[in-house]
């Protein structure tokens, strides 16, 4: 070789082999494709929608998932309130009576006997502040007599009168026949006699309500009118009166919102919007994944 030769030879560029053109050639179309398109970004002020609605389609999934529960416990144990007594369960549960504005409401007044007085409050009547152990409907008064041997009560009723222990235990429930007459309107006494006034007229007995005489002298009988109770009486029948919610309302209050009040049905308002969003988004973004990987894989 000449050195003229020599000094116009230009320099012999390598050949693309060994290990990177091994792994060019073996690199999978796609990869390539998605290498080359890695450095590509987004025209400044374009929008990108799909990483828009992942965002809040994130972003709305979170926040709707725990009301998302919350609609789905009270809709599922409303449909089985029927199998499981819901419907006629009640609850007196002091947060959520007062969600309903509802308040312990103590009666004012009661009947006051010599030997104890009663008042009916919530579902209860109350004998000294203490509840009955047994049912009894709005009492009319109270009395006590010792006239039968021992002191008893006679509360009356519309349609019985109930003769009762100091100690609240029922010693024996009278109505007609037993006593003479179908409606009771009010009970007194005249001495250690137990007087009942009804549209029948009145009637006497001195021997503990084992029989019963026509009495037309009502003069010195002294009857049992409504009394103003004290303070201290009405606290102690505050346990009686608390005020109760059926338990299948306050489920569907709780479903629709309502136990909170307008808040509360907006919050559910909001919810299901989010639901609605949470469809149409999915449906979005799957239909575009699945274009754009049949765009990839090509004809």
């Known amino acids: 070789m000449s050195p003229s030769s020599a000094g116009n030879a230009q320099p012999k560029l390598p050949a693309e082999s060994g290990s990177k053109g ?21 025209a400044p002020g374009r929008s990108n929608v799909g990483m828009f609605l ?27 309130s029927s199998a499981w007594g819901y419907d006629t369960a009640r609850i007196d549960w002091t947060w959520i009576t007062g969600l309903y504005g509802l308040r312990a409401s103590p009666p004012k007044k009661g009947f006051v006997g010599a030997d104890g007085w ?34 008893l009560l006679f509360i009356a009723t519309r349609e019985a009168l109930y003769a009762v222990k100091p100690t609240g235990e029922l010693y024996e429930r009278m109505s007609s026949p037993i006593i003479p007459v179908r409606e009771l309107l009010r009970v007194g006494t005249q001495a250690s006699t137990v007087v009942i006034d009804s549209p029948e007229g009145r009637f006497a007995s001195n021997d503990g309500g084992l029989s019963w005489t026509p009495q ?3 003069t010195n009988v002294t009857w049992s009118e409504p009394t103003d109770l004290t303070e201290d009486q009405r606290e102690m029948l505050a346990p009686f009166s608390r005020p109760s919610m059926s338990l299948e309302q306050t489920l569907l209050d709780l479903h629709s919102g309502r136990i909170f009040g307008d808040t509360g ?35």
């Open 118 to 151: 009663v008042a009916k409050s919530g579902d209860v009547v109350a004998l000294d502040g203490a509840a009955l152990p047994f049912e009894m409907p709005t009492p009319l008064g109270v009395v006590s007599s010792d006239a039968g041997g021992e002191v």
């Open 265 to 299: 049905v907006w919050v559910v308002n909001i919810v299901g919007i989010l639901a609605i969003w949470l469809g149409i988004s999915g449906v979005w973004m799957t239909w575009r994944i699945s274009r754009q990987m049949n765009n990839r894989r090509g004809p």
């Open 22 to 42: 091994r792994f060019r050639a073996m690199m999978p179309r796609r990869l390539r494709q998605w290498r080359s398109r890695k450095g590509v970004k987004t």
């Open 216 to 218: 037309a002298d009502d």
């Open 54 to 80: 992942r965002q809040w389609h994130k972003r709305a999934g979170l926040a709707a998932f725990i009301f998302m529960i919350w609609l789905g416990a009270s809709g599922f144990l409303i449909n089985q």
